[in-house]
């Protein structure tokens, strides 16, 4: 038995020369189909014009209260983070490299906008990190496996995370911009105790991104001599992908981002110069707002045929609702990706109620492949094509197929998957949800309800202070009719 065998030919790899193109958004759908285009509309261009005022004379200003969290005006996302000097990043590579140099396995540990961005972005250039992790150190060319902790605390999945790099050279980075976050402070306390027992020089492999002076990560980070990077007060959890929150274990995944803050820095310039009519932020701002107050869309599902683009949709999953979502306004953000959920709420897509909008990652070409060797099986009519020529028929026809039951839909047009046109997606995309928010009225830089859950799960873990109101909790769950449980 010689075991599986890879037919000849089947896999195609194609080391791409770059292109340098830029992303593009492709909103030719965006209407109803017999309707009028959504651009159209009296009531879109009057959005525009608004975006672009918000655009210039609020969030590029900063005065407005409406960008606060508490006395912060939260544009460094904007203002800051793509014009970063060489120096910064320099140091970020420095610290960066020296870790992977030493470690077999890296564990992030962050939850939100302290997690989403670097999975998405590190998925996207490495490859899903389910199967990045199967492949040998030769194949991963030296990079470490990769984890992520603290965005959850299922015991299971933690203790297996544990169990899997037990023995191995290990690298911690932990990042939290409060540093008191529950989730991350747990995971963080679990993996502080297995390093210091695994390894004398622990302290050198536990880099922290915290804030620059407060919290009690910076306070433990510096009674340790951890290596610490700062998340600027200006910029919050969701908008901080572009900032050493993202940028550290990007680097430590071998990601180039100087390339990644110059994508960045072109769709700011982009943002900041072009006319309305070609200006991606402002269009797809003025869209979703002209979708949600005059289409009575609720719902945005942020879907791609591409494995690698399913964490991208994750992380509009946060930016938009959580920046949105205020005085019971908002559209809610949905991933899907295809085409295995149009075999489940597709359905919903092209029938349901009509309060759904649909925006596509597209991949214009990946560098790998695969033939579809048909002969003699049910998809003769495929022979010798492959995998990428299926997708792009499918998931396009699943666009022309929502576009036509009546899903007004746009699509983030990649050419190729670099550090270049991620940096891109994100500055466009940061730009477009804040002046969404901002064409709403609602603050996109605050959470507040994200804030009260905390407050409820503190005091039912029985955090110092909370008492007096785990007792109102508790109250109140007696309050309950217990004949309500069947
Ligand atoms: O976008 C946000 O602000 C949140 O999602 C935060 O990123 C998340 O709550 C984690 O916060 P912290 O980095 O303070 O631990």
New binding site residues.
């Given amino acids: 038995m010689n075991g599986f065998q890879i037919a000849s030919g089947l896999i195609r790899r194609e080391s791409l020369a770059k292109t340098g193109r830029p992303i593009r958004l492709d909103y030719r759908r965006f209407g109803l189909v017999g309707g009028k285009h959504v651009t159209a509309l009296p009531e879109f261009s009057q959005a525009s014009r608004e975006a672009r005022n918000i655009h210039d004379n609020l969030l590029l200003k900063g005065t407005d209260s409406l960008l606060k969290d508490g006395e912060v005006t939260m544009t460094g996302w904007k203002t800051d983070s793509p014009y970063r000097s060489r120096t910064e990043l320099d140091r970020i590579e420095q610290v960066a490299g020296e870790l992977r140099s030493k470690i077999d396995d890296f564990v992030s540990i962050?939850?939100?906008?302290?997690?989403l961005g670097n999975k998405a972005t590190i998925e996207a250039v490495r490859g899903s990190l389910e199967l990045f992790n199967l492949l040998s150190p030769e194949q991963r060319g030296g990079i470490p496996r990769i984890f992520f902790l603290g965005n959850h605390m299922d015991p299971a999945y933690t203790a297996r995370v544990l169990e899997i790099i037990s023995g191995r050279s290990v690298g911690v980075n932990v990042?939290?911009?409060?540093?008191?976050?529950v989730e991350?402070a747990i995971a963080f306390a679990i993996l502080k105790e297995c390093m210091e027992k695994g390894f004398s020089d622990h302290a050198s492999r536990i880099v922290a991104v915290?804030d620059k002076a407060k919290g009690a990560l910076k306070k433990l980070s510096n009674e340790m001599g951890y290596a610490t990077f700062e998340?600027p007060d200006n910029v919050?959890?969701?908008?901080?992908v572009t900032s050493p929150?993202g940028l550290f274990g990007l680097a430590v995944a071998g990601i180039n981002i100087k390339e990644f803050l110059t994508g960045a820095l072109f769709a700011e310039e982009e943002t900041r110069q072009r006319p309305l009519d070609s200006n991606i932020a402002m269009l797809r701002a003025a869209m979703r707002y002209v979708a949600y107050t005059k289409l009575g869309i609720k719902i945005e599902v942020a879907s791609t045929g591409t494995f690698d683009l399913k964490g991208i949709s994750a992380w509009m999953q946060?930016l938009g609702p959580?920046s949105e979502g205020k005085h019971k306004q908002g559209i809610w953000i949905s991933p899907e990706f295809y085409t295995q959920d149009a075999h489940a709420n597709g359905q919903m897509i092209q029938m349901g109620e009509r309060n759904i909008m649909e925006t596509f990652l597209m991949l214009e070409k990946g560098e790998t492949d695969v033939v579809i060797p048909g002969k003699g099986t049910p998809v003769e009519y495929l022979d010798g094509r492959t995998l990428s020529f299926a997708t792009q028929a499918f998931v396009e026809g699943l666009r022309d197929a929502h576009y036509a039951g009546g899903v007004p839909t746009m699509s983030y047009i990649f050419p190729e998957l670099t550090p270049f046109t991620l940096g891109q997606f994100y500055q466009y995309e940061m730009n477009a949800i804040a002046l969404s928010a901002l064409l709403l009225k609602q603050n996109p830089f605050i959470?507040p309800g994200?804030q009260q859950y905390k407050q409820v799960a503190d005091a039912k873990s029985g955090k110092p202070g909370t008492e007096s109101y785990a007792l109102e909790l508790s109250r109140g769950e007696q309050e309950l009719n217990p004949n309500l449980i069947a």
């Fill in positions: 962050g939850i939100g906008g302290s997690y990042i939290s911009k409060s540093g008191g976050t991350p915290t998340v919050g959890g969701r908008y901080s929150v946060q959580e959470q994200v």
